[in-house]
């Protein structure tokens, strides 16, 4: 108890330098919070922009449809195929869809465009198609006109009401041709899903390519969608040779890359970071070490253990760090929040980039406690260490050398 | 009377290798409980040394050390501190309180060091402070206290650990006369009245006056030991080296 009182009072003693401390202590806690908040929020925004724009997190495909993307590669919907991937731990939603490229005509203009056959309401439970409805309506069940990209739509001359003609080749060969009224736009922000994508009725689109009931993918929906990995192992074996099941990292890994560089960086500024705050801590250890080194030789001459003495020092040093962290943490929290709630926008060339992808130029924090927790005990844990460094010297004080002036 | 310490043929040598400082050579001591004793000399004489040697600071060269019986140079590092801890009461030039803790907080310590019981601490301290006659100053920190106050403050704690003599280098040195006078009255009392055995080192006339014992160290050998014949401590008459 007396070397809990002795230790808070030394923390006392010299206020300006537990400041310091507290403080260095303190900013770190916040500048490593906020770095990896946003790091988190940037790259889940931007998971969740990929994925919620047009993959889905995982894909269910006939065996090699992805390498080769052909109607040959389709697969029959069968219920309880459906069912058995539904059934699956930490499935949310799957939705099946039918895609394949085509002509598109207008009376004077053709180009080519990927018809997507969806179920309007499950399609916008996993990919929120609903939000990108610019002009005229999202599609109904049983609906028999189309919704095209605005860009699409603009190439070909075409408003709200015209008619466009599809032109194509289907199951085994047979011509696909058809003829459907446009009732939708859609706005997108990526230019190759503007400029190509066209969605009608999954039923429409089983006629159009005389594909009775057959698909090229179900779209999966993840409750958790941290387990991704794991849930995609567990379709796979729960499904397998037959069909392929990928994870959106698979299908894209140009994303995957993308990510891995910026953690990269992000993880030197960090070190760097960690670097700053342990020599701004040391150097208010060393001074304290001689501020004291007389009055820890006289406590040792009359009969204090190191021991204790380093004991002291341990719980001292735990007060200080651990206010700072604490401290630090609390703040931190309405900052982040207040960042997620309202997050930073940024202009120029990289705000171009994400808008050319669909995305919002924005810099969203992530909530994720774990990183409050993560960066304080981090935190803490360097301040501990570093704390080490007054026990080494205690260990070697010789009292008599110590008490001489 | 029985043995507080026994010194015997200790020496210490300061950079043996390179141009040798003999700090202490050859020194039997002998030191009975309930000894007043002064260790004076010029400076640079070894009293300094000598008192790290018999307070088990420093390890001599040379001899050995009994306190108590035990011979102290052959202790660990850490039963050293220990025994120092319960055997030895220690009261330096200045600086030797803790500037955070308050005086009381200071004397409780050494007994918290010994484990003692809240109530024996808290007794214990209240005594002390009647002794050394600052009971109203016991909540005041070192700071806020004289150089003689502390000095007394320093004598409660090295007291407070029931040791078997206390160990004072030159504590006077940093104190006007008056002060001094006042320490060295309050040390004097504890010895006539509780025969708590002190042994301290000084140049200062006055507070040798006050010694019933004095040793005198020149160039780290014992030049005369002498003890007073009579109460007042004005006589002294030597003593024969054993
Ligand atoms: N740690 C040390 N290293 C080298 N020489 C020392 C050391 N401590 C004391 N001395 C020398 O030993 C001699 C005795 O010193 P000291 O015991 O301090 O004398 P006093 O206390 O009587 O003034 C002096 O010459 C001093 O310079
Ligand atoms: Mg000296």
Same mark, same amino acid.
């Given at each position: 108890?007396?070397?809990?009182?002795?230790?808070?009072?030394?923390?006392?003693?010299?206020?300006?330098?537990?400041?310091?401390t507290?403080?260095?202590?303190?900013?770190?806690?916040?500048?490593?919070?906020?770095?990896?908040?946003?790091?988190?929020?940037?790259?889940?925004?931007?998971?969740?922009?990929?994925?919620?724009?047009?993959?889905?997190?995982?894909?269910?495909?006939?065996?090699?449809?992805?390498?080769?993307?052909?109607?040959?590669?389709?697969?029959?919907?069968?219920?309880?195929?459906?069912?058995?991937?539904?059934?699956?731990d930490?499935?949310?939603?799957?939705?099946?869809?039918?895609?394949?490229?085509?002509?598109a005509?207008?009376?004077?203009?053709?180009?080519?465009?990927?018809?997507?056959?969806?179920?309007?309401?499950?399609?916008?439970?996993?990919?929120?198609?609903?939000?990108?409805?610019?002009?005229?309506?999202?599609?109904?069940?049983?609906?028999?006109?189309?919704?095209?990209?605005?860009?699409?739509?603009?190439?070909?001359?075409?408003?709200?009401?015209?008619?466009?003609?599809?032109?194509?080749?289907?199951?085994?060969?047979?011509?696909?041709?058809?003829?459907?009224?446009?009732?939708?736009?859609?706005?997108?922000?990526?230019?190759?899903?503007?400029?190509?994508?066209?969605?009608?009725?999954?039923?429409?689109?089983?006629?159009?390519?005389?594909?009775?009931?057959?698909?090229?993918?179900?779209?999966?929906?993840?409750?958790?969608?941290?387990?991704?990995?794991?849930?995609?192992?567990?379709?796979?074996?729960?499904?397998?040779?037959?069909?392929?099941?990928?994870?959106?990292?698979?299908?894209?890994?140009?994303?995957?890359?993308?990510i891995?560089?910026?953690?990269?960086?992000?993880v030197?500024?960090?070190?760097?970071l960690?670097?700053?705050?342990?020599?701004?801590?040391?150097?208010?250890?060393?001074?304290?070490?001689?501020?004291?080194?007389?009055?820890?030789?006289?406590?040792?001459?009359?009969?204090?253990?190191?021991f204790?003495?380093?004991?002291?020092?341990?719980?001292?040093?735990?007060?200080?760090?651990?206010?700072?962290?604490?401290?630090?943490?609390?703040?931190?929290?309405?900052?982040?929040?207040?960042?997620?709630?309202?997050?930073?926008?940024?202009?120029?060339?990289?705000?171009?980039?994400?808008?050319?992808?669909?995305?919002?130029?924005?810099?969203?924090?992530?909530?994720?406690?774990?990183?409050?927790?993560?960066?304080?005990?981090?935190?803490?844990?360097?301040?501990?260490?570093?704390?080490?460094?007054?026990?080494?010297?205690?260990?070697?004080?010789?009292?008599?050398?110590?008490?001489?002036? | 009377?029985?043995?507080?310490?026994?010194?015997?043929?200790?020496s210490k040598?300061?950079?043996?290798?390179?141009?040798?400082?003999?700090?202490?050579?050859?020194?039997?001591?002998?030191?009975?409980?309930?000894?007043?004793?002064?260790?004076?000399?010029?400076?640079?004489?070894?009293?300094?040394?000598?008192?790290?040697?018999?307070?088990?600071?420093?390890?001599?060269?040379?001899?050995?050390?009994?306190?108590?019986?035990?011979?102290?140079?052959?202790?660990?590092?850490?039963?050293?501190?220990?025994?120092?801890?319960k !055997? %030895?009461? @220690?009261? #330096?030039?200045s600086?030797?309180?803790?500037?955070?803790?308050t /005086? &009381?907080?200071?004397?409780? $310590?050494?007994?918290?060091?010994?484990?003692?019981?809240?109530?024996?601490?808290?007794?214990?301290?209240?005594?002390?402070?009647?002794?050394?006659?600052?009971?109203?100053?016991?909540?005041?920190?070192?700071?806020?206290?004289?150089?003689?106050?502390?000095?007394?403050?320093?004598?409660?704690?090295a007291?407070?650990?029931?040791?078997?003599?206390?160990?004072?280098?030159?504590?006077?040195?940093?104190?006007?006369?008056?002060?001094?006078?006042?320490?060295?009255?309050?040390?004097?009392?504890?010895?006539?009245?509780? !025969? %708590?055995? @002190?042994? #301290?080192?000084?140049?200062?006339?006055?507070?040798?006056?006050? /010694? &019933?014992?004095?040793?005198? $160290?020149?160039?780290?050998?014992?030049?005369?030991?002498?003890?007073?014949?009579?109460?007042?401590?004005?006589?002294?008459?030597?003593?024969?080296?054993?």
């Amino acid at each position: 108890m007396w070397l809990l009182k002795l230790a808070w009072k030394n923390m006392w003693r010299n206020r300006n330098r537990t400041a310091i401390t507290i403080t260095a202590v303190f900013f770190s806690v916040i500048l490593s919070v906020l770095t990896n908040s946003l790091q988190e929020g940037v790259f889940d925004n931007l998971i969740k922009n990929v994925v919620s724009f047009y993959s889905g997190y995982i894909q269910v495909h006939k065996s090699g449809y992805w390498d080769e993307q052909i109607l040959e590669n389709t697969f029959e919907n069968l219920p309880e195929l459906q069912e058995q991937v539904i059934q699956i731990d930490n499935v949310e939603a799957v939705t099946p869809r039918f895609e394949s490229f085509a002509l598109a005509s207008s009376d004077t203009l053709t180009k080519g465009c990927m018809v997507v056959g969806i179920l309007p309401e499950k399609e916008d439970a996993i990919t929120q198609l609903k939000n990108k409805v610019a002009e005229g309506n999202y599609l109904k069940d049983g609906d028999e006109g189309i919704m095209l990209g605005e860009g699409l739509a603009h190439r070909l001359k075409l408003q709200l009401n015209d008619s466009i003609v599809l032109i194509g080749q289907g199951y085994h060969g047979a011509m696909a041709v058809g003829k459907y009224p446009i009732t939708g736009i859609l706005r997108f922000g990526q230019p190759e899903m503007n400029n190509q994508s066209l969605y009608m009725t999954l039923s429409n689109a089983q006629v159009l390519f005389s594909a009775e009931n057959r698909l090229t993918s179900y779209v999966i929906g993840l409750e958790n969608t941290n387990e991704l990995d794991q849930t995609a192992v567990n379709i796979r074996t729960s499904l397998g040779d037959t069909y392929e099941t990928m994870t959106w990292e698979e299908m894209m890994p140009e994303v995957v890359q993308h990510i891995r560089t910026d953690k990269g960086s992000m993880v030197i500024i960090q070190l760097v970071l960690y670097m700053l705050i342990a020599f701004g801590i040391f150097g208010t250890l060393l001074m304290m070490m001689v501020e004291r080194k007389y009055e820890m030789g006289m406590l040792i001459a009359i009969g204090m253990k190191k021991f204790k003495l380093m004991q002291v020092m341990m719980l001292e040093s735990l007060f200080t760090v651990l206010s700072g962290c604490l401290l630090g943490i609390l703040v931190s929290i309405p900052i982040v929040v207040y960042l997620y709630r309202n997050p930073i926008r940024f202009k120029g060339q990289l705000a171009e980039v994400y808008e050319e992808f669909g995305f919002e130029a924005i810099f969203p924090t992530s909530t994720n406690p774990e990183i409050f927790l993560n960066q304080g005990v981090l935190v803490l844990i360097l301040g501990l260490v570093l704390s080490l460094y007054p026990l080494v010297k205690i260990a070697k004080i010789n009292p008599v050398t110590a008490m001489k002036k | 009377m029985n043995t507080v310490i026994d010194a015997h043929n200790i020496s210490k040598t300061f950079n043996p290798e390179t141009i040798p400082i003999y700090a202490v050579r050859d020194v039997h001591l002998h030191l009975e409980r309930g000894e007043f004793t002064a260790l004076v000399g010029p400076s640079g004489s070894g009293k300094t040394t000598l008192l790290n040697l018999l307070g088990g600071l420093d390890k001599p060269d040379k001899g050995n050390i009994l306190i108590n019986g035990v011979d102290i140079t052959s202790l660990r590092p850490n039963a050293l501190i220990d025994f120092r801890l319960k !055997n %030895i009461g @220690f009261v #330096f030039q200045s600086f030797n309180l803790i500037p955070v803790f308050t /005086a &009381r907080e200071n004397v409780e $310590l050494i007994m918290q060091l010994q484990h003692r019981s809240k109530s024996e601490i808290d007794e214990r301290v209240k005594i002390l402070f009647q002794e050394i006659g600052l009971e109203e100053k016991m909540n005041t920190r070192p700071a806020q206290l004289s150089g003689g106050q502390q000095q007394r403050v320093a004598v409660a704690r090295a007291l407070a650990s029931k040791p078997q003599f206390i160990l004072a280098d030159e504590p006077t040195a940093n104190l006007d006369s008056k002060s001094a006078i006042k320490l060295l009255d309050i040390m004097a009392k504890l010895n006539k009245e509780e !025969n %708590i055995t @002190f042994i #301290f080192s000084t140049h200062d006339p006055r507070v040798i006056e006050r /010694a &019933r014992r004095v040793i005198t $160290l020149v160039d780290g050998q014992v030049h005369s030991d002498t003890r007073a014949i009579d109460t007042s401590g004005e006589h002294f008459i030597p003593i024969d080296k054993e």
